[in-house]
Nanobody, 128 residues
């Protein structure tokens, strides 16, 4: 059984930092790409970042230069380091695992099971 468990959400002031962590089980990083989505309006999610085991990855324009993504293979964990947070970064963040090199979608319904495996989500609140 595949499980993704996110931790690290919370409340910060604008300009602050948070680190989200996604601990995964039932999959390996060699066979999967790992990423983060965040909820936009309604039940739609926006792709924030992903990383592949070959080091390739992606960041949404809105977070480039502020967010980093890194795997910790020894702990079966992927981290999303978020710096210089803005109020518009506030959202529920979901960790997602997909088959390696599967094309990521910029937007999709949160929790779409046929796309990949999803965590339960972690809330990030940013106050101005």
């Amino acid at each position: 059984e595949v499980q993704l468990v996110e931790t690290g959400g919370g409340s910060v002031q604008a300009g602050g930092s948070l680190r989200l962590s996604c601990r995964y089980s039932g999959i390996t990083f060699d066979d999967s790409d790992m990423g983060w989505y965040r909820q936009e309006s309604g039940d739609e999610c926006e792709l924030v970042s992903y990383i592949s085991s070959d080091g390739s990855g992606y960041f949404a324009d809105s977070v480039k230069g502020r967010f980093t993504i890194s795997p910790d293979n020894a702990k079966n964990t992927v981290h999303l380091e978020m710096n210089s947070l803005k109020p518009e970064d506030a959202s529920v963040y979901y960790c997602v695992a997909v088959t390696r090199h599967k094309p990521w979608l910029a937007y999709l319904r949160c929790g779409r099971a046929d796309f990949g495996y999803w965590g339960q989500g972690t809330q990030v609140t940013v106050s101005s």
